[in-house]
């Protein structure tokens, strides 16, 4: 019987709270997760046996203390989680965990996106990837080599502009896929807006809406993974498994292209991944040719949205205007 | 009379109890919405247990439900749902006084008169304060739904700026009244829970001591006590076989008109006639005999 | 006639139990959406039972997904009637609808 059980719910406000989650996910070698916004927490005899937590509309640090394993009790625990999710109106949600727990979040209602490594997995508790490839398939172009780019353009640069050109050209059609996320510098409407208006006189291309199948970095959950430096790596190995086994395949996708990355080992280690999660062959899904493009540069040095960004901190807007096509210009400008 | 040895708790927000708690065929059923339903699901539970008791597994099982108190905001829609429902027995938590137990059987009446309900639904007045032990005999006797008094042996401790001990001697007094209560008023008198489910001994030895004092039950939290205090209440077979013979006995008696029923040359009377009755349904439960 | 004001949910992921959602739609129609371990043989089954359930309630214009865990007919009843009333925001069930 659970009546000696309570359960309680309180945001990341509640500073002592949230310290004793801390010590008890400590406890089971589990870390805090910093961005998580609500909590739940389960007491038997004032003693913490299980939390959980919720940051987006992502299900995160959940953990039951080892004595209460195995007896149905982590069902309750997820019930609190998405009675707390349920209350603020989300109802589509992820988690990230390991293969081991699948069965248990099958349970929960949660269906399997991808297994990556036997070291993370992706879950969701809607049906919507499928509905999401649905919608995809019907945007799908005939075509020997039909390309594909991911980008974040933070913000939109003659960078970006020269890396669709040169796709475009090899492609017989290329979509284009924008990062959907707020934690940029620039809002999600706001870039996908300078992307279409940049991009507007090529005609081969298709502009996607990013979703929560391209997964960014900054939701990216890192409190399980024991060894930090394999963070990045395994981030990009589930995001291109997830773009190579259930996106391209709707679309035919054969070719991803991407810029070559002279100066951020982090981004450059992304794209050596890309070569071996997209190249090679698998039984799983065809595999997608990754065709690395020269950066663009300018007075000998690449452009990157990050120069833009640095420029306009320093308001050097006629340096700016060399480096981004007239669209973005006039956003940057009237935004000033 | 009907055994009321094992008295079941129930929680009405624990689904699975709720579906299987009658396989362990306790005396007695007891859905809670009290104390062991969190408030965020008071309206979910009153739902789960109302459609429980109409379900066909609880109809050959004698059902009770501790609503909540009627001043609280449940109190009426737990009564409107489980009066509907056609639950046996309402139990009624921390009874303090006569207009108690009088308010709660209005209430009741009120809405069998409303939906035309003809068999009257009984009550069981939970005693759990000093007040509701020094009015106990009172209680014991105001209404003729009262089918029985309990001991809440939790609430009553603290009331009485105490705590449970394995001996039990700060429910002394409190076991007494309630007995001699509801032994006077001819009603049923059960004993509080014991909630340490791990510690069997401890179970059994009050079990044996609760059931000496001449209780005729006890509330339990966990199934797998219901067994042990089954046994425990099992009649000895020396207790059977006179029981056997008394009633024996009586028919011989009744058959050739006698007004006298006499047994090894001494006189049997109606009480002692009772007792072996109870005695050979309590042998029937546990097993030993055969109706 | 009862009105749907927002979404809510009722019930758990345990077992013999089922977690169940609801919230209000402008087309009159009923979608259910079921999630059930046992989906093949009692599939049907289950959508006959909401749908009996909204019809006794009256209600035609409702999104439901139902994840059962195994619950007995009157479990799923008891926990789509808690997640309407308390969509409705109503205190005061109507005992006769929820027969």
Known sequence: ?336 | MKLRRSMLFVPGSNTSMVCNAFIYKPDTVMFDLEDSVALSEKDSARLMVFHALQHFVYKNVETAVRVNPLDSPYGLLDLEAVVRAGTDIVRLPKTDTVEDVLNMQDAIEKIEEKIGRTKKTQLLAAIESAEGVVNAVNIARCSDRLMGIALGAEDFVRDLHTQRTKQGSELMAARSQILLAARAAKIHAFDSVFSDVKDKEGFLAEVKYVKGLGFDGKSLVNPNQISVLHDAYAPSQTDVDWSLEVIEAAKEAEEKGLGVVSLDGRMVDAPIIARAKWTLELAVASGMIRE | MNILKKSAYAGTLESSDAYIHVSPIQENEIKLILESSVEEIYGEAIEELVVQTLKEMKINNILVKVQDKGALDFVIKARLQAAILRACESNEPVWEELS
């Open chain 1, 1 to 336: 019987m659970n009546s000696s059980i309570s359960f309680s719910q309180f945001d990341n406000t509640s500073k002592i709270r949230v310290k004793k989650v801390e010590a008890f996910l400590n406890s089971v070698e589990l870390e805090l997760s910093p961005d998580i916004e609500v909590f739940v927490s389960a007491k038997e005899k004032s003693k913490m046996i299980a939390c959980g937590g919720l940051s987006g509309n992502v299900l995160k640090c959940i953990a039951v203390s080892p004595e209460k394993r195995g007896e149905g009790f982590v069902l309750s625990v997820m019930t609190e989680l998405l009675n707390a999710a349920n209350d603020r109106g989300r109802k589509e949600l992820f988690i990230y965990s390991t293969p081991k727990n699948i069965a248990f979040f099958e349970e929960c209602g949660f269906q399997l996106i991808e297994e990556c490594d036997s070291k993370i997995i992706l879950m969701e508790n809607s049906k919507n990837l499928k509905k999401y490839k649905n919608n995809l398939s019907r945007l799908k172009k005939d075509g020997n080599v039909i390309g594909s780019i991911v980008m974040n353009a933070n913000p939109f640069t003659l960078g970006h502009r020269y890396l669709v050109e040169e796709a475009a050209k090899k492609s017989d059609h290329l979509h284009i896929f924008v990062v959907r996320e707020d934690a940029s510098d620039f809002s999600f409407k706001d870039r996908i807006n300078l992307i279409q208006k940049g991009l507007a006189d090529i005609e081969n291309i298709t502009i996607h809406e990013g979703s929560d199948y391209i997964i960014s970095k900054a939701t990216f959950p890192t409190y399980f993974i024991k060894d930090k430096c394999s963070i990045n790596e395994l981030h990009a190995k589930l995001d291109l498994s997830i773009f190579r086994n259930q996106i391209a395949p709707s679309l035919n996708i054969t070719h991803r292209f991407v810029g070559t990355e002279p100066y951020c080992t982090v981004t450059n280690n992304y794209n050596q991944n890309m070569k071996k999660v997209l190249g090679e062959s698998n039984p799983k899904s065809n595999n997608i040719e990754v065709i690395e493009i020269e950066r663009k540069e300018y007075k000998d040095k690449a452009i990157s949205a990050s120069s833009v960004r640095a420029l306009l901190k320093d308001k050097k807007y006629d340096e700016l205007s060399n480096i981004v096509p007239p669209t973005t210009f006039d956003f940057l400008v009237k935004r000033i």
